[in-house]
């Protein structure tokens, strides 16, 4: 059946209508929750169940209430259903807007806009950075235990936190969405799968002032399988981080990745695989990519490297785990920062780069300082000059038609550098 709850602009009413049409649907076996173009609906915290699909019928907006007491905060006294919210961020987002828990076969579809309000919970500290007075700020859609899920089709707007974050789920599809949240709103991730296996990410265009794509494995959800067999292609990608990423975030072992035919632009990092807890990288392939990188504010992790692969400590307690039997086909990066490739005591090793061609230009305002290797405790950036391939403390790289063009003119170093690597083939200079 389809339900079509009444919009009325008024946070109490349109909350109330929407969530009762989805627990009526639920009481019914399932069903669609259907939001009509017109009136915007405003609401607080809304409880996603089994078997519903909530439509956002195109030219719909659902906005997420203004102040902080609009959602519903967890607790060891909550229900079953919503017991994980109200911890820090590396355990559980603290609130959430769309919500899910133990729900099978939810899907959120449409052409409409689901708006997170940002602005009511952020402000400014510079021209380049806005961030709120706690944190973490409310998480736009978290889904935890909610196996067969889909988001397809919808935009997703103005997120004060993280934008999609799926916890513990299998069987994901999230295929042709929209995110597009403010490039100075700090922690406005886009996809955050964490603990996720069999999992697909198609079509989507990310514009953002955090992670475009970020694959995690958090201790808060760790007591579900390691995020495994991923699929990740065919998207547009706009970052002020990390445009691909898997990390930082990592207790358990990422693998069976494969990423194909992304265009990034403009964006503050290109490629990321960081590691600083004690899971591992393995087998993970990226193919037919255009990467394009500026420097930005040092608001924000990353200093325009077309790739950065690195496994560093966390902090004092923590020994972080290897990258290893990782991939890169036919990718073509252009920008102010290159290919670093770097560990502490060759834990990254066996990293092929085949049909890679990179050139180092200058394009922003902001110099170029070396690299940031933040979080580390020891050493968070590395002063140096910037080259194509720079490798450190590594072992097993592999170049094969490899190609760099580098404008050593404004400040730029060599095309490849090492320091304690170990690499067969070469890096060529670019005609």
């Known amino acids: 059946?389809?339900?079509?709850?009444?919009?009325?602009?008024?946070?109490?009413?349109?909350?109330?209508?929407?969530?009762?049409?989805?627990?009526?649907?639920?009481?019914?076996?399932?069903?669609?929750?259907?939001?009509?173009?017109?009136k915007p609906y405003y609401c607080k915290t809304l409880v996603l169940r089994s078997h519903i699909t909530l439509h956002l019928e195109n030219g719909s907006k659902l906005l997420a209430g203004a102040n902080l007491q609009d959602y519903r905060k967890g607790g060891e006294t909550d229900t079953e259903e919503t017991k994980g919210i109200g911890t820090p961020v590396l355990r559980k987002p603290a609130f959430a807007f769309l919500y899910a828990y133990d729900a099978d076969s939810v899907v959120v579809s449409g052409e409409g806009t689901i708006d997170g309000n940002c602005f009511q919970f952020v402000k400014r500290i510079n021209p380049y950075y806005q961030n709120g007075d706690f944190y973490p700020r409310p998480t736009l859609i978290y889904f935890e235990k909610c196996n067969n899920l889909v988001v397809k089709g919808v935009k997703l707007t103005n997120s004060p936190f993280w934008s999609l974050h799926t916890a513990g789920c299998d069987n994901v599809l999230i295929e042709g969405i929209t995110i597009k949240n403010?490039?100075?709103?700090?922690?406005?991730?886009?996809?955050?799968?964490?603990?996720?296996?069999?999992?697909?990410?198609?079509?989507?265009?990310?514009?953002?002032?955090?992670?475009c794509i970020c694959l995690k494995n958090t201790k808060a959800n760790d007591?579900?399988?390691?995020?495994?067999?991923?699929?990740?292609?065919?998207?547009?990608?706009?970052?002020?981080?990390?445009?691909?990423?898997?990390?930082t975030e990592g207790v358990d072992d990422f693998s069976d990745i494969l990423v194909h035919d992304c265009i990034v632009s403009s964006s503050n990092r290109g490629i990321s695989l960081q590691v600083r807890d004690r899971g591992s990288v393995r087998n993970v392939h990226f193919s037919n990519i255009l990467i394009r990188t500026r420097l930005f504010s040092p608001d924000y992790w990353g200093k325009a490297e077309a790739i950065a692969i690195t496994s560093f400590n966390r902090d004092e307690n923590t020994v972080s785990g290897t990258i290893e039997n990782v991939r890169f086909s036919h990718i073509h990066c252009e920008g102010e920062g290159g290919v670093l490739v770097a560990g502490d005591g060759d834990k990254v090793r066996d990293i092929r780069f085949d049909h890679?061609?990179?050139?180092?230009?200058?394009?922003?305002?902001?110099?170029?300082?070396?690299?940031?290797?933040?979080?580390?405790?020891?050493?968070?950036?590395?002063k140096r000059s910037v080259s194509a391939?720079?490798?450190?403390?590594?072992?097993?790289?592999?170049?094969?038609?490899?190609?760099?063009?580098?404008?050593?003119?404004?400040?730029?170093?060599?095309?490849?550098?090492?320091?304690?690597?170990?690499?067969t083939g070469e890096v060529c200079d670019a005609p």
């Open 389 to 423: 391939f720079f490798l450190s403390s590594v072992k097993g790289i592999h170049f094969s038609s490899v190609e760099a063009r580098v404008e050593k003119s404004v400040g730029f170093g060599a095309c490849l550098e090492t320091e304690s690597a170990e690499y």
């Open 356 to 382: 890679v061609q990179v050139n180092l230009k200058k394009t922003s305002k902001w110099p170029l300082e070396g690299y940031d290797l933040r979080p580390r405790y020891l050493q968070p950036f590395l």
């Open 1 to 38: 059946m389809i339900y079509y709850p009444k919009a009325t602009t008024n946070i109490d009413e349109d909350t109330k209508n929407i969530q009762d049409a989805i627990d009526i649907a639920a009481r019914n076996g399932g069903g669609t929750v259907w939001l009509s173009a017109g």
């Open 223 to 247: 007591n579900y399988p390691p995020t495994r067999a991923v699929v990740i292609a065919d998207c547009t990608l706009v970052s002020t981080s990390a445009a691909l990423k898997i990390g």
């Open 182 to 211: 403010p490039l100075d709103v700090a922690n406005s991730d886009g996809i955050d799968p964490d603990h996720c296996t069999n999992v697909r990410i198609l079509g989507c265009h990310i514009t953002c002032a955090d992670d």
